[in-house]
Structures are given as C-alpha cells and as structure tokens.
C-alpha cells in the first residue's frame, strides 16, 4: 500500500473485476491510508467468491484490517501481524487539534470492528491490543483468531501420506494401517492413541507464541534505567585493595 508498490484501491478494484472464482491474496505491507485500506476490505468483503488470504511478510497497521477481509486468513511461519493506535499530523488550534482526536478515536473504532467479527475478541481487549501497539507472530496471530491457520503446516503431513503410499506400494503384503486393528490381537499397544497425540502436541510446541507489545518494551526499559539511577545513587562499597597512603610514606622516609 506505500512504497515502491503501492496499491491504490482504484488499481485494486480493477484487478480484482478481472478474476472469477476462488482467489488468493497475498500481503506484504507495513500499512497505509486507513481510508484506502477501508475500500480494499470492502472491495474483498463483497467478492463472490471464497477469498483466501496469505500473509506473505508482514501485515502491519492498515494492511492488518485488510487480512481480516479474508474467508480464510493463513499466514507465513516466518510472518508477522501488527496492530496500533491510527495517527496523522495536525495542525491549529485548540479546537482543530481536538477534531483531530475525534477523528482518530473513531477510525480506531472502524478497525476494530473488523478486527471484532474476525477474532470474536472482546473489544476492551482489542483495545489494549491496539493501545499497547501489539506484534504477533504466526503462532499468536492464530491463538487470538487474527489468523486461520499457520501456512504449510499440512505440508509434512501431505508429505508423511505420501511415503506411506509409497510403502504400499512396495509392500504389498504388509498390513493396511487404515484397517481395524485385531481387539484379541495380545500385541496391540493401548497407548498407541495416547502417543500420536503427544506427539502432535509436541508439533505444535515447537513454535513458540510471541506477542510484543511497545509499552512492554518501555516499561522493561525505564525499569532498568531507574535500577541503574538508584545503583549509582548508593554505590556499593568497593573492596579496598593495594597498598595504603600511610604505608608509601613509611617506606618513602625509609628511604631519606
């Protein structure tokens, strides 16, 4: 939406009337003019078809509200999502300034309706989201609903049924794995259920969620700075080390 490709919702449009069926839409963007943003999710709100949206990079800002248009919102295991406060740059007096801030209040409100029916948030805590300026990655963007699903995740499971077949294949006399299992058969594991869940929950472990929040950072930061203050405000006492100033003259005089 910015940059050296920039979208206008125009452009947009244009491009969109040309497709029929299913799309996908791929987003890479740190964002821009939250009005323009607003026509391009009405533009992909109101397409026929399913509309799958893939956050390539980064969906951050406007660009964020525009994923939530998706039917399908996946994003990249290396993307991120990011939410904030909408700003602008004003100018006058006390009353323009105050209109300003009016205006702002209210485009954050439209976003959060999207952000609402996307993730069935409370909004209070869509809010503090916005407020706090919040970062997420792939794994956080799906735990709060910003997102569907973690793209390729299916792809080792495709990839695992694929060399199953392929085992068939090669062995024909082996049994069916898809087959019920002999329930007098005394060598059958019992926990064999219990061990492919563990296993699965431990996939899913290996990404790590993560949410950073900018006034995280700063209270993290002004807390150690006023550690450091009051450290060097009361220093502790240092071991006395050396030779002392009454011992050097001593030997001094010795020398005389």
Same mark, same amino acid.
């Given at each position: 939406?910015v940059g ?56 951050? !800002? ?68 916005? =407020?706090? =300026? ?17 793209m390729f !995740? ?26 019920? =299992? ?31 929040t900018r006034?995280?950072?700063?209270? !993290? ?6 550690? =450091? !203050? ?27």
């Amino acid at each position: 939406m910015v940059g050296g490709d920039e979208v206008t919702p125009q452009l947009f449009k244009d491009d969109l009337a040309k497709c029929s069926g299913n799309i996908s839409v791929w987003i890479n963007s740190p964002g821009g003019d939250v009005f323009a943003a607003a026509q391009i999710y009405n533009a992909l709100r109101d397409y026929k078809g399913k509309v799958t949206v893939k956050i390539d990079s980064l969906a951050a !800002s406007a660009a964020s509200f525009i994923a939530m248009a998706g039917d399908e919102v996946q994003i990249s295991p290396v993307g991120m999502l990011m939410i904030h406060n909408p700003w602008t740059l004003a100018a006058g007096d006390r009353n323009d300034l105050q209109k300003a801030i009016d205006i702002l209040d209210e485009v954050r409100e439209a976003t959060i309706n999207a952000y609402e029916e996307k993730t069935g948030l409370r909004r209070n805590k869509i809010t503090q989201l916005i =407020e706090d =300026e919040t970062w997420m990655n792939a794994k956080k963007a799906v735990e709060l609903g910003f997102a569907d699903k973690i793209m390729f !995740s299916d792809k080792d499971k495709d990839d695992d049924e694929d060399e199953g077949e392929d085992e068939k294949e090669k062995n024909p006399f082996e049994p069916n794995p898809d087959e019920p =299992e002999n329930p007098d058969d005394p060598d059958k594991d019992d926990d064999d259920e219990d061990e492919d869940d563990e296993d699965e929950k431990k996939k899913l472990d290996n990404m790590t969620s993560m949410l950073f929040t900018r006034k995280t950072a700063y209270n !993290s930061f002004f807390a150690k700075v006023k550690e =450091e !203050s009051k450290r060097k405000k009361d220093p502790k006492p240092q071991p006395t080390t050396g030779t002392k100033a009454s011992e050097l003259r001593r030997r001094l005089y010795d020398l005389i």
